[in-house]
């Protein structure tokens, strides 16, 4: 079972910087029996690109589930160190579908970036609070959600996190860095603002 991918966007973003980008996902919203993978999930539901297209094609979809389940395991981390090191990644997208869905599944996610020093992990999440709530390490960025349950408790003063737009126009003029051509550039390493731009899709 291959732990990382690349979907249609990190691919386009390996071309264009030069670097090795791969994703992790597991079930958009709910899994096949019912669990709640994005439980912070709001209106985003509506529209979520990861519940439509390739994401659920019969090829695909299986995957996603196995993923899901041995996230749940206590060999996930062994697992994901593995793979990083057969595919040297320099970037780990955390969830190109589903969240955060348990405290301790986010402790994994740090325990795999504290193992691996010299790749840089990055994930949205509407789990806004839990996020919150930990010490990530310094090679772990995490870009709020803004249509999530939780999307009060993003201070976006400060905090980096997400806005949909219709046009990138209106995003240029609302001073937001376009991450739909490089996915990259929604995180602290490539995007110095707080702000990350989509353009609704």
């Not at 993978?37 to 690109?49: D, N, Q, R, S, W």
């Not at 996603?64 to 996930?76: A, M, P």
């Not at 994901?80 to 955390?94: F, L, T």
Request: with cysteine; net charge positive.
């Amino acid at each position: 079972m291959n732990l990382l991918t690349q979907n249609s966007k990190l691919k386009k973003t390996s071309k264009l910087t030069g670097l090795q980008v791969f994703n992790f996902g597991i079930p958009a919203y709910k899994s096949a029996s019912g669990k709640l993978t994005c439980p912070f999930a709001g209106e985003c539901v509506k529209f979520c690109y990861a519940q439509k297209g390739a994401y659920i094609w019969g090829n695909v979809k299986p995957a996603f589930e196995k993923r899901y389940e041995l996230t749940k395991t206590d060999d996930f981390v062994n697992k994901m160190n593995e793979e990083i090191a057969k595919k040297k990644p320099d970037y780990v997208r955390v969830h190109d579908s589903g969240d955060y869905y348990s405290k301790a599944y986010l402790d994994k996610w740090i325990e795999i970036a504290i193992h691996n020093p010299h790749v840089r992990f990055y994930s949205y999440t509407n789990s806004v609070e839990m996020l919150k709530s930990v010490e990530l390490p310094d090679n772990y960025d995490v870009i709020f959600s803004d249509s999530g349950k939780q999307k009060n408790k993003i201070n976006t003063k400060v905090d980096r996190h997400t806005r949909i737009f219709a046009t990138l126009a209106d995003m240029t003029l609302a001073g937001y860095v376009n991450a739909m051509e490089t996915d990259l550039n929604a995180t602290k390493w490539f995007n110095k603002t707080n702000k990350v731009g989509l353009i609704f899709h």
